[in-house]
């Protein structure tokens, strides 16, 4: 089952997704979403790594659904990206939407962290569809 993963790409590309975590919400929107949350840079460090690591753990488990799902589709960059985005409309808002109603959260905080999780998706999906069409023309 995962002997046509490669398993290179999903370690990158859970990196990655982390990297696009990082320059989101540290480096863009910082101060928007911090100040829409109302959580404090003191109150991140408070939390020590738990959420930090949680968070990689998440992005492995995406990477490597994914490059099962490009295993069996073997879709080029177009339709692999296509899928991501169909993952995110069908899976990620139905679900987030409701969880951040309920608990209040505002809507800035919703639309900051679902499309973080869009590009981070696409951003991470790119590299495991790249690496795979290259190394299959290595290959050939």
């Known amino acids: 089952m995962f002997k046509k993963i490669n398993h290179k790409a999903v370690i990158v590309s ?37 959420p930090h690591i949680i968070a990689l753990v998440g992005a492995f488990i995406f990477a490597y659904v994914f490059a099962y799902l490009q295993s069996k589709l073997n879709s080029n960059l177009k339709t692999g990206l296509f899928i991501i985005l169909l993952l995110w409309l069908g899976v990620t808002l139905p679900d987030s939407i409701p ?34 069409k290259k190394q299959n023309n290595f290959n050939q």
Not at 105 to 122: E, F, G, K, N
Request: aromatic fraction near 12%; charge should be negative.
């Open 14 to 50: 859970a990196i990655i997704y982390q990297a696009v975590g990082f320059i989101w919400y540290q480096v863009i929107f910082n101060s928007l979403w911090q100040s829409a949350s109302g959580i404090s840079t003191t109150d991140i460090d408070k939390m020590g790594a738990s």
């Open 99 to 132: 969880h951040y109603t309920f608990l209040s959260i505002p809507s800035t905080v919703l639309i900051l962290d679902t499309l973080h999780t869009l590009v981070a998706m696409l951003v991470a999906g790119s590299v495991i569809i790249i690496w795979k």
